[in-house]
């Protein structure tokens, strides 16, 4: 099975259709399920999309070129995924007046790690990732998913542009629109 | 967080967003901007960290999804394998069935003309047969029509001739 695809396979994707499939979702999948969980917030259609990202990307190797890297370019079909999934999501009229969509709630707030903070300490973090939460939770999805890449991912910009096809220039005008919000909720604390 | 609006709020985000020189010139001097960007920094750390917390899973769960993964794999292979063998069933399919749909009007027509031709035709030997009947009646049939005439007890005079002959066939 592995002969055949690698035939019709460019140099890149070669590279990669040698090594085992398996493998590369073992390394990825925990990257790519935390940033479709956190763009989204439903863990079912995060696991979902997840697998599903994973056999676009083993069907679509062919057009892997290998100019960014292949992390980066799962991050742009999970985002592609994430964006078709937001735009039936708001088609869905029947879903969302039944009260069938997904519970909204960012179960992030609950999960600061304590370290050797006081109970204090901890209920102030808290308040101020509930507060970041709840403004990244008002950004379009563009805007989240650069915001999240940049801040949980801790990626680069030109690596965000890759993966969410933008420019570099409308990646940093996503991330200042996205700052003024979360600093604008952190004031009103 | 105060509610005051620090006067030199966009240099902040500047700061965060990309290296600018002027900004981070600015913010390292002026001390309410310094006091802002910790707290906004600190805040985006806790959130980060939080997140990953939140989507990490027991080694279990990874197992399952990769084994999804995989199987979803091999679904999507089979099905491709198996409309490769039935594309060229399908093609042959439809072919014949472009070559039926040419055949059928060739055919068609005569089928149709045939009974139309065949029903003028009964049509018109209906129509000579019954001018036949009523411009006159055969020799053969004139004792026939006699008989009817007499149950009728119609005698017309032309007729008679025919009676008298009748007679002598009698006798």
């Known amino acids: 099975m592995e002969n055949a ?47 599903e990202c994973f056999l ?48 909204e709630d960012d179960g992030a707030v609950e999960h600061l790690p304590s370290g050797q903070a006081s109970p204090e300490q901890i209920l102030l973090a808290r308040e101020d990732v509930r507060a970041v939460c709840e403004a990244a939770g008002q950004l379009s999805q563009q805007q989240r998913a650069v915001f ?22 409308s990646v940093k005008t996503h991330l200042f629109r996205a700052l003024q919000g979360v600093r604008s909720k952190l004031r009103n604390l | ?59 279990s769960f990874w197992e399952q999804q990769a084994a999804r993964i995989r199987a979803n794999r091999h679904r999507s292979h089979s099905r491709a394998r198996s409309v490769a063998v039935l594309a060229p069933a399908l093609g042959a399919l439809l072919f014949a069935g472009i070559l039926l749909v040419h055949r059928a009007p060739q055919v068609k027509p005569e089928a149709q003309a045939l009974p139309t031709v065949q029903a003028d035709s009964d049509h018109e030997l209906l129509l000579a047969v ?33 009676k008298k002959e009748m007679q002598s066939h009698a006798n």
């Open chain 1, 5 to 51: 695809l690698t035939s019709t396979l460019g140099t890149a994707a070669q590279k990669i259709a040698a090594e085992d499939f398996d493998g590369i979702v073992r390394r990825h999948q925990r990257r790519v399920h935390r940033f479709l969980l956190m763009l989204l917030r439903d863990p079912e259609e995060a696991d979902n999309l997840t697998q």
């Open chain 2, 1 to 59: 967080m105060n509610n005051e609006q620090n006067a030199h709020d966009p240099l902040v985000e500047r700061v965060l967003v990309s290296f600018d020189l002027a900004a981070e010139h600015h913010v390292a001097h002026c001390e309410p901007c310094q006091a802002e960007r910790e707290k906004l920094e600190e805040a985006l750390r806790q959130f980060g960290a939080a997140n990953r917390e939140y989507s990490m899973r027991p080694e």
């Open chain 2, 130 to 162: 019954e001018r036949a009947v009523e411009s006159d009646t055969p020799q053969a049939l004139a004792p026939v029509t006699l008989i009817v005439d007499e149950s009728d007890g119609n005698f017309p005079l032309e007729k008679t001739s025919s």
């Open chain 1, 148 to 169: 999240l890449l940049r801040f949980v991912e801790e990626m680069e910009l030109n690596e965000i542009a890759t993966a969410l096809d933008l420019q570099v220039g």
């Open chain 1, 56 to 103: 676009r990307a083993y069907q679509n190797l062919s057009s892997f070129r290998g100019e960014s890297s292949l992390e980066t370019w799962l991050l742009r079909i999970a985002a592609n995924l994430a964006r078709d999934h937001a735009r039936n999501r708001k088609a869905s009229f029947w879903k969302r007046l039944l009260g069938l969509d997904g519970d």
